[in-house]
C-alpha cells in the first residue's frame, strides 16, 4: 500500500513540471521561422505593428513581424529593414 500511495504521489507532482516544461518547448519552437516562411519584399512601415526577435535556439536568425493582418519573417539584415529599424530608432529618441 505505501508503495502505490508514493508512486501515485511521485505521478501527481511531476505532472505539473512535466506539462509546463513540454510547454515551453512548444513555444520556442513556434517563435521560430522556418525556410519556406521568410519574405523579401519590402513591406510599409505604416502596415508593422511590432517586431520581435527569434530566440537564439532558432536555426535561423528571423524577425517576426506581427501586420495589421497576420505575421511574417524577415531577414533581420535586409537593407529595407535595417532602414526601418533606424527610422524608428530616430522617432523613439526624438520623443
Known sequence: MKICSLALLTLLLAAPWTGSQGMSLR???AMCCHKGMFIKRE???????S???TPSLCSRKAVILKLQKGTVCVDPELSWFQK???EKKLINTSM
Open 51 to 53: 517586431y520581435r526577435n
Open 84 to 86: 526601418y529599424l533606424k
Open 43 to 49: 513591406i510599409p512601415a505604416s502596415k508593422i505593428k
Open 27 to 29: 513555444t520556442s519552437h
